[in-house]
């Protein structure tokens, strides 16, 4: 419960425009990464279809996805605490 009330942005020092905005860019391009994974991995999965064998290479494709997401996610969060913690300086590209 904590952390998700670290992520709904309570807390002793509120976010500034700045700081929201770089926050929902940063979700905006994770987002975008994880539909694009799934994307390919749903084309992956219809170019197998029911050839034999492929159930093995479709779990491997599954797994790869699930690791990719969890990374995507836990690369985002750390982004987010960044932004919350550090001061509002301009992005760097």
């Known amino acids: 419960m904590e952390r998700a009330g670290k992520l709904a942005g309570s807390g002793a020092n509120p976010l500034t425009d700045d700081q929201k905005a ?17 994307i390919m991995l749903d084309d992956k999965i219809a170019k197998l279809g029911t050839q034999p ?5 479709i779990m491997e494709a599954e797994d790869n996805v699930r690791r990719e997401v969890a990374k995507i996610e836990e690369e985002t969060g750390r982004g987010i605490e960044k932004i919350r913690q550090g001061p509002s300086a301009p992005k760097s590209s």
């Open 22 to 38: 770089r926050i929902a860019e940063l979700r905006k391009k994770a987002e975008a990464k994880i539909a694009e994974s799934r």
């Open 53 to 57: 064998g492929s159930q093995a290479t």
